[in-house]
């Protein structure tokens, strides 16, 4: 069975920028569907991004287009964040699903989850 572990998380300023990591450890069979969830206090857990392993499209909710970039390097998930807004603070979740993706699924459609990393943006 596969297990995630996030690490990257922090505190910023708004308009900063960081990068989350997720490590993968475990055999991996195949293509997958990996992503990136957000939950903020007293708010629903949210797919920020997501990527397929299989032909590397990427999906991400509106909110972050343009300053968020999700890739995908062997047994590595990234989330590169920039224009950071204090509205993005929330803890993050690395998470991942077989067999693929085409778009950003709920939450419930994933199995596999990482302990979470928090990001915390101040203005």
């Known amino acids: 069975r596969l297990q995630l572990v996030e690490s990257g998380g922090g505190s910023v300023q708004a308009g900063g920028s960081l990068k989350l990591s997720c490590v993968v450890s475990?055999?991996?069979?195949?293509?997958?569907?990996m992503a990136w969830f957000r939950q903020a206090p007293g708010k629903m857990r949210e797919g920020v991004a997501a990527?397929?392993?299989?032909?590397?499209s990427t999906y991400y909710v509106d909110s972050v287009k343009g300053r968020f970039t999700i890739s995908q390097d062997i047994n590595m998930l990234f989330l590169q964040m920039n224009s950071l807004k204090p509205e993005d603070t929330a803890m993050y979740y690395c998470?991942?699903?077989?067999?693929?993706?085409?778009?950003?699924?709920?939450?419930?459609?994933?199995?596999?989850w990482g302990q979470g990393t928090q990001v915390t943006v101040s203005s």
């Open positions: 475990g055999v991996i069979r195949g293509s997958l569907c």
């Open positions: 998470a991942a699903r077989y067999p693929y993706c085409s778009g950003l699924y709920a939450p419930i459609m994933f199995d596999l």
């Open positions: 990527i397929y392993t299989g032909g590397g």
